[in-house]
């Protein structure tokens, strides 16, 4: 039994947790992201809670408004047509809802190093 639960910390504490802080860029042009916000869940590629503290983003869809670009692991634009945006995203109520809708866009978030995928 002992052995059973070092193993599975061991797992646990192997995987990596990729932050994900995020700043609102002005122009596209400076973005790594378009997105949009949409105005229904089934919509959305991505459940999104924003997180008070950075701590708290550790898991997709909890992202952590930075006040600086330095500070971002993603730089974001919100575009005004879902055909320009890169990825859908819906603001939930609650941190245990967010996380992915559709998988298939896990790729996006993953090339800066900011996916548990």
Known sequence: MKKYLFITALIFSSH??????????????????????????????LKVYCVSYSSQANKDGLWFPVKYESQ??????????ESQADLKIYYVKYESQAGWRN??????LKRFGASKY
């Open 103 to 108: 998988e298939k866009k896990v790729h996006l």
């Open 16 to 45: 990596p947790t990729f932050p994900q802080k995020v700043y609102e860029v002005k122009y596209s042009s400076q973005a790594d992201l378009k997105i949009i916000a949409v105005n229904y869940e089934s919509q959305a590629d």
């Open 72 to 81: 971002a692991d993603i730089k974001i634009y919100f575009v005004e047509y």
